[in-house]
Structure formats: structure tokens, C-alpha cells
């Protein structure tokens, strides 16, 4: 089985897609893909903003980031924030979403979304084209329907969307649980 050698891109995928509310006077909505997990304790995550971005500067202004999981009925509107200028656009109402007070930011989280992880910017790093927010997770929210006797979420039942080289996609089902292998012992 031969390679090939590929052009140097952000190869990575998939990757969560997911819209993040920001700002507080005139809240916006960014839909961003470029998103991750960076730490467990504290717990944090990352997101990655163009300087340029409406949003960047929001997020610098208030220090707070709410990172909202969308689903797959919520695609029409995931794209439209993602295409449209919070400069020139009220995003909640061109995209018929809600704003919803959050428990422990001031953003606002996005009514429609199931889940949402309410964050403290920690530190920004410039990295180039995109500077790196690290947000500390101050509070997550579930609709409760969602959260099972353990106070998880089920995220079986949470519909939950990807972003594969410029193409949303639903996931999958599960396959096996984090230490399955070892259970063959």
C-alpha cells in the first residue's frame, strides 16, 4: 500500500462544529469548527477566531464565550452564522434562535441548542491567521431531557453534528466504550 505525499492543510477531521454566542450588549453568534478539548483540570477548551472576525473582539471585550453544541435540525441556522457578519446582522433574530440567560456568564446561551459549555477566557494565544481563546468551562447545561440518573448527558441521544473539509456531517453510532480492548483480557 503506497503514499502519496498531500499539500500541508488542516487535515484534521472531523471536528465538532458548533456555534458560540459571545458579547453582551448586542450578543452574536459565530459558528466556529476549529474547537477542542484542551485540559480536564481545570476543565477548558479552545476555540480559534480570526482577528478579523466580529466576534474576536467581543470575546477580547467581555473575557466570556458561551460554546453552544447545535444539532442537525439546527444545520440551516449553523451555516447562516457562519456566512453572515455579526458587523452588519442581528444573528439570533435573522436565524429565528433565542437568547437565553446563562448561569454563571454574562453571554448568552443559544435556547435551541441542547447542550452548553459556559466559559472564562484564561489566556489568548496568537498562533497567526487565528488567535487561540482558552476558555475555562465555568458551567455546563443540558436540557434535561438529555441528562440520565448520573447527571450525564446522554450523548447518544443528543443528534450532534461534524465538520469534514468544508462538509457538516451527522456522527455515527457509537462503536465501544474508552477501554474496551482491555476488557478482552
Known amino acids: 500500500m503506497g503514499k502519496v505525499s498531500c ?38 477548551v479552545g ?12 470575546i477580547r471585550e467581555v473575557g466570556q464565550f458561551v460554546v453552544n453544541l447545535p444539532t442537525a435540525d439546527l444545520l440551516e441556522a449553523l451555516d447562516r452564522c457562519g ?25 448568552p ?11 472564562e477566557v484564561r489566556r489568548t494565544v496568537s498562533l497567526g491567521s487565528h488567535d487561540l481563546f482558552l476558555g475555562e468551562i ?8 438529555l441528562v440520565g440518573s448520573d447527571g450525564r448527558v446522554d450523548w447518544d441521544r443528543v443528534d450532534l453534528l461534524c465538520y469534514m473539509a468544508g462538509t457538516y456531517h451527522a456522527l455515527g453510532k457509537a462503536l465501544a466504550g474508552h477501554g474496551f480492548s482491555r476488557n478482552r483480557e
Open 7 to 44: 499539500p500541508v492543510t488542516t487535515a484534521l477531521y472531523p471536528v465538532p462544529v458548533v456555534l458560540v454566542s459571545c458579547g453582551v450588549e448586542r450578543p452574536n453568534i459565530i459558528t466556529l469548527a476549529w474547537v477542542g478539548t484542551v485540559c480536564s483540570e481545570p476543565p477548558m
Open 47 to 58: 476555540i480559534a477566531v480570526r482577528p478579523s472576525r466580529h466576534s474576536h473582539s467581543l
Open 83 to 107: 456566512t453572515v457578519s455579526g458587523r452588519d446582522n442581528d444573528k439570533f433574530a435573522l436565524c429565528g434562535l433565542t437568547p437565553l440567560p446563562a448561569a454563571r456568564v454574562r453571554v
Open 109 to 119: 446561551l443559544i435556547a435551541e441548542c441542547p447542550v452548553h459549555l459556559e466559559c
Open 138 to 145: 465555568l458551567a455546563v447545561q443540558a436540557e434535561d431531557a
